[in-house]
C-alpha cells in the first residue's frame, strides 16, 4: 500500500495485512487487517503517529519516504505501546536517532521494555500540546482503550482525531477509507466493528463510555490502528453502536447464582440440583447449566453476570475436563473481582479436579470458601445436604449493601494509581462503587480497584 492523502497535511502511511486470520491470539480477523500509521505536517515540525507490526517496518518506511525523506521526521507519538503498533519503534530510531517520542506516562515504561531502548521521550498529559507550526496537537488521555496507556491525539485545525484501536476493526482496506468499502462488504465491516469491539474493549466498558466523552464533538476524521478510517456518517453510527453495547446491564433486584457443570454419569449433576434447590429455596434466582448440553452462548452472562457462581465437575484423567475450564476461563477476571464463587464435583480416586478449579477461581481473585466441596462416586442423602450447606456458605459469600465509611481525618491521603495515573481523593471517594465521599484509601475494601484501569490496591502509591 502507498501513501495516501487524507487531508491537507495528514497522510496514511500504514501498511495491509489481507492474511491476518488470528490476532492476539484470541481474535479471529477473517479480513486480514491494516496496521495504520499516519504522517502529521505542520509548517515546522513533522510528526509521525504510530508504527507498524515489526514485520512490516519497511514497508512503513517505503510509505513516509513517499512523503518526505525519514530524517525529516521530528516526533514519533506513540498512542498505545502493543506491538502491533510499537513493534517497529527500535528500528525507527536506529534510521532516525533524534527522533523524539511523545507518549504518555504508562506508555514510556511500556516502551522501555518493549524497545529495551534509550530514547528522546516526552511524556504528555491529559490536555498537553505540540505545536508543529500552524498546527498543533491536543493530546487527550484514555486509559484503557486499550492498554492503560492509551491517549487520543486531536488535530482540530484538521478536524481529524486519531484513536488508535477505539472504533478500530480488523478490515483490510486498501483505500484506508470507510467510503472506499464496496457495498457488498459493507456488513461485514460493521460485523467486524462489533467484533474487534467485544474482543478488545469487552472487559472495559467504563473506559469506552469515558472515552465517547472525550471525543470532540467536532471530529469530522477518526484515524484508528486497525481498519479504514471513519468519515462522519460512519463515525455517528459507530459512537452509537459503542455507547449501546458499553452500556451498563441492569442488575436483578434479587440475587442471583449460576450452578455450572458437567458430568459423565450424573453424579456431579446430582450436587448441582442439590445447591441449585438450596439457593432458590433461599430466596436466590438461580440457573443450573451443563456446560455440555445447554446454549453455550449463555455461559458467558451467567459466570460474569450473577452474584454467585458455582463450578462443578468430576476428576478424568488427574484433571478437570476441558469444558469446565472453558467456563471458568470465561470469567472477566477484570470486573468480577471479590464475587462468590466455589468449586465442587464427584471422583473416583484420586479427585483433583474440584481443588484445582477452586485454586484457579481464587487467583482470579473470586471470595471463595475454605474449602471444594467433593464426594466419592455417587452422593448419599447425607452428601447431597452437604453440599445445599456448602452452597449456601457459599452464597453467603456474596457482597450485601457497603456499610457507610467513617469520615476521613482532616488530611487523609491521596493515592495514586501507578499503572494509570488516577488519583483516590478521599474527599472524593469512589461513590459510583460504594466509597462514600471521605473514604480513606486504607479503608477501601481489599478488592477495590481503580476506576479507570481496574487495577488492584496495591499498585496504589501515597501522593506526598
Ligand atoms: C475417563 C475417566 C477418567 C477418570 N479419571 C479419574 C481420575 O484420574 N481421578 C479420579 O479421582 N477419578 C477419575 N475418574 C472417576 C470419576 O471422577 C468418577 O467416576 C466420578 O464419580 C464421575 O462423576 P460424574 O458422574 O459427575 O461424571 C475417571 C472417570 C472416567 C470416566
Ligand atoms: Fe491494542
Ligand atoms: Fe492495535
Not at 435 to 454: I, S
Request: with cysteine.
Amino acid at each position: 500500500m502507498s501513501a495516501i492523502k487524507l487531508r491537507e497535511g495528514v497522510w496514511s502511511v500504514g501498511v495491509l495485512n489481507p492474511s491476518l486470520r488470528v490476532f492476539d491470539i484470541v481474535m479471529t480477523s477473517p479480513y486480514g487487517t491494516s496496521y495504520n500509521a499516519y504522517l502529521v505536517t505542520g509548517g515546522e515540525k513533522t510528526a509521525l503517529i504510530e508504527t507498524v507490526h515489526k514485520d512490516y517496518f519497511d514497508q512503513l518506511v517505503g510509505n513516509i519516504q513517499e512523503v518526505l525523506p525519514l530524517e525529516k521526521l521530528d516526533y514519533l507519538i506513540m498512542n498505545h505501546t502493543e506491538p502491533d503498533h510499537s513493534g517497529s519503534v527500535r528500528a525507527l530510531l536506529e534510521r532516525c536517532p533524534n527522533l523524539k517520542v511523545i507518549c504518555s506516562n504508562p506508555a514510556r515504561k511500556f516502551l522501555n521494555a518493549i524497545a529495551n531502548e534509550d530514547f528522546p521521550c516526552q511524556v504528555v498529559k491529559d490536555g498537553d500540546t505540540l505545536d508543529l507550526g500552524g498546527k498543533t496537537l491536543t493530546f487527550l488521555s484514555a486509559p484503557l482503550l486499550h492498554w492503560p496507556d492509551t491517549m487520543f491525539t486531536w488535530d482540530p485545525a484538521d478536524q481529524t482525531l486519531f484513536t488508535c484501536d477505539f472504533l478500530g476493526a480488523h478490515f483490510c482496506e486498501p483505500t484506508m477509507v470507510d467510503t472506499g468499502i464496496q457495498a457488498e462488504y459493507r456488513g461485514r465491516y460493521e460485523a467486524e466493528l462489533k467484533n474487534y469491539f467485544d474482543c478488545i474493549f469487552g472487559p472495559f466498558h467504563p473506559a469506552v463510555l469515558a472515552g465517547l466523552d472525550k471525543l470532540p464533538a467536532e471530529a469530522r476524521l477518526v484515524c484508528t490502528s486497525h481498519g479504514p478510517c471513519l468519515t462522519a456518517a460512519t463515525l455517528e453510527r459507530a459512537k452509537d453502536c459503542y455507547r449501546q453495547w458499553a452500556a451498563p446491564q441492569p442488575r436483578s433486584a434479587v440475587k442471583t447464582a449460576a450452578v455450572v457443570y458437567c458430568s459423565a454419569y450424573g453424579c456431579t449433576k446430582a450436587l448441582a440440583e442439590a445447591m441449585a434447590a438450596a439457593l432458590t429455596e433461599d430466596g436466590l434466582q438461580v440457573t443450573a447449566h451443563d456446560v455440555v448440553f445447554d446454549d453455550p452462548a449463555a455461559l458467558t452472562g451467567l459466570v460474569n453476570d450473577s452474584d454467585v457462581v458455582l463450578f462443578g465437575a468430576p476428576t478424568l484423567n488427574r484433571n478437570a475436563p476441558e469444558a469446565i475450564w472453558d467456563a471458568v476461563h470465561a470469567v472477566d477476571a477484570i470486573n468480577t473481582r471479590g464475587r462468590a464463587a466455589g468449586a465442587f464435583g464427584s471422583f473416583g480416586w484420586t479427585g483433583e479436579a474440584p481443588g484445582m478449579l477452586h485454586e484457579q477461581l481464587r487467583q482470579l481473585k473470586l471470595a471463595v470458601p475454605a474449602a471444594p466441596f467433593k464426594v466419592c462416586f455417587v452422593p448419599t442423602q447425607a452428601d447431597l445436604e452437604a453440599a445445599a450447606a456448602w452452597a449456601r456458605s457459599v452464597a453467603a459469600l456474596a457482597k450485601g449493601p457497603e456499610a457507610p465509611a467513617a469520615p476521613a481525618p482532616a488530611k487523609a491521603k491521596k493515592y495514586v494509581c501507578s499503572i494509570c495515573g488516577y488519583i483516590y481523593d478521599p474527599a472524593a471517594g469512589d461513590p459510583d462503587r460504594g466509597a462514600a465521599p471521605g473514604t480513606p484509601f486504607e479503608a477501601l475494601p481489599d478488592d477495590w480497584t481503580c476506576p479507570l484501569c481496574r487495577m488492584g490496591k496495591d499498585k496504589f502509591e501515597p501522593v506526598d
